[in-house]
Structures are given as C-alpha cells and as structure tokens.
C-alpha cells in the first residue's frame, strides 16, 4: 500500500500552496485519511482529516479557517489547500491514512499508512 505526495514548494508568506495524496489501493477509499507534518527540529503534528465520503473534517487549531482538506473518492485522492501561509507552516507534510477512525481520533493517534512527504516552504 502507497500514499503518494505531490505539490508543495516554495510560497512567500500570505500566498497559497496545495498538496496532494493520492493512494494506491481501493482500500483507502473506506479509510479516514489526513495531513501530518514535521518542521525541523520539532515533533511531527496533526494538521487535518477526512473520512471517508468527506463527510467529516478536523483540523488543527494552527491551521483552521485557513487549510481546507477534500477529497475525490473516484480517484482515492486526498488535497490540503493551504491559504494565507505563514513562515511557521514550513515543514515536510506526510500524507496518512488511519483506517476505521473518525476525523478528530486521527489527531490523536499513529496512523498505520504514510507517505514519504513533501517539502512546504513559506518565507517571510
């Protein structure tokens, strides 16, 4: 099973960024999926989640009113669309899947399928 991460890249502070993750098996299609990332020298943290159907959203309290998390079913598609980006944004987001799980439990668990990442970088 893959989670793939394209888009991201270099923004100045204010602009806009969009990522996406799209997952190599139909099984996702059923799982509650999200965005994590890690800036350097920090933990890595939750950022937002959808489950299944896109009938559910989570977002962290960093990032909400600004991010919006979708998702396309038909193409086991999952996009972050980050808005009025600041310099403390910048960080590798990882694409994940949680499985059976509601959107705000993603925050607070591991989930068990990642991406490798991909690079956001928001200057100032």
């Known amino acids: 099973a893959q989670l793939v991460e394209s888009g991201g890249g270099l923004v100045q502070a204010g602009g806009s960024l969009r990522v996406s993750c799209e997952a190599s098996e139909r099984t996702f299609e059923h799982f509650t999926m999200g965005w994590f990332r890690q800036a350097p020298g920090k933990e890595r943290e939750f950022v937002a989640a959808?489950?299944?159907?896109?009938?559910?959203?989570y977002y962290s309290d960093s990032v909400r009113g600004r991010f919006t998390i979708s998702r396309d079913d038909s193409t086991i598609t999952i996009t972050l669309q980050m808005n009025d980006l600041k310099p403390e944004d910048t960080a590798v987001y990882y694409c994940?899947?949680?499985?059976?799980?509601?959107?705000?439990?993603?925050?607070?668990?591991?989930?068990?399928?990642w991406g490798l990442g991909t690079q956001v970088s928001v200057s100032s």
């Open positions: 994940a899947a949680g499985g059976y799980i509601s959107a705000r439990a993603m925050s607070e668990t591991q989930p068990p399928y």
């Open positions: 959808i489950t299944a159907g896109g009938y559910h959203t």
